[in-house]
């Protein structure tokens, strides 16, 4: 009995001595994971970070697209087309890419036509070609004069062509330029559409779309139902880290620059409008650790992007991938939002 009373006495003190400890028996708080109002970060995923897959380095990548079969594709800025598991991001096949002289590209901006074909920009001439499935070229689109790069246009090379997007069933392609023709003001970017025609596409109507300052570029575009844009801005400054927001951008009300030398801060040209929906250094960091200085760590290079449909909510699955330009300090990153327009 006296055995008994004491371990009956010394459970109870240990019990108390537990919830002191403890506190209140009470579900921790929900991490957070709102970047603001309008987007929220589910997860994001470091899986592929420094990895190879059939010989090629997993990696620089710089543009995201939904296949017609539900896959992902995922571009590198080295010449090379990755097929992604849809719910894993595992690759499942690589598909070099080429010039029609067999050289490398500097590979930016990608859709996926309704018939499987494959959109792609290099920023070095700039160009956007259309391969088949395997890789071989099928054509090439006519890119404006005073796009191309000097001395036959006013761009500069690798600051040209890094946005691809279809807009109205498929029936506009628009182009994001990187950031401001020479002579145009810093930080006024050319947003270049085409219009289909059967099988080919013509030169169509041009857009201004102004970034919040001049060291801010623009990655990438994805086009709406309504109309509307997803845009990407983007920088880097040395010691401090990357810089990246997002905005919804609305085209349907600017004004036709096509015909427009300069771009200069003219009255009459009204700009693409847009609004902020977050900017990135703004999510929580979910645990997420950076090889340099950033402002989050959540940070890197983020290049990619795609539109995955609708959650039950109505919010738009955007997935964002980083490029790490194969680089140590860097990391294949994908971030995995949700957003409200």
Known sequence: ??????????????????????????????????????????????????????????????????????????????????????????????????????????????????????????????????YSADGRILDRLPVPASLQVAPAGRATSNQTFEGLTLLHGGRTLLASMEYALSGDAAGTVRFQTWTRHGKTWEPAAQYAYRTDAAFLGVPEVQALPDGRLLVLERGFTSGVGNTVRLYLADPRHATDTSGVETLTGQADVRLIGKTLLTDIASCPTLGATARQPQPNPLLDNIEGMVVRGRDQGGRLKVLLVSDDNQNAVQTTRFYHLRVRV
């Open 1 to 130: 009995m006296q055995l008994r009373t004491v371990l009956a006495t010394t459970t109870a003190a240990l019990a108390a001595a537990t919830c002191l400890t403890a506190g209140p028996a009470v579900a921790s708080a929900p991490v957070s994971h709102a970047c603001s109002p309008s987007v929220s970060l589910d997860r994001f995923s470091d899986a592929l970070d420094k990895t190879t897959y059939d010989g090629t380095f997993v990696g620089n990548l710089s543009a995201l697209a939904v296949d017609r079969d539900g896959s992902l594709a995922a571009l590198s800025d080295r010449s090379a087309l990755f097929g992604l598991d849809a719910r894993t991001l595992a690759p499942r096949k690589v598909v070099p890419l080429a010039d029609e002289n067999g050289a490398a590209l500097d590979s930016e901006g990608l859709v996926i036509d309704r018939d499987g074909t494959r959109l792609i920009t290099s920023e070095t001439e700039p160009s956007i070609r259309r």
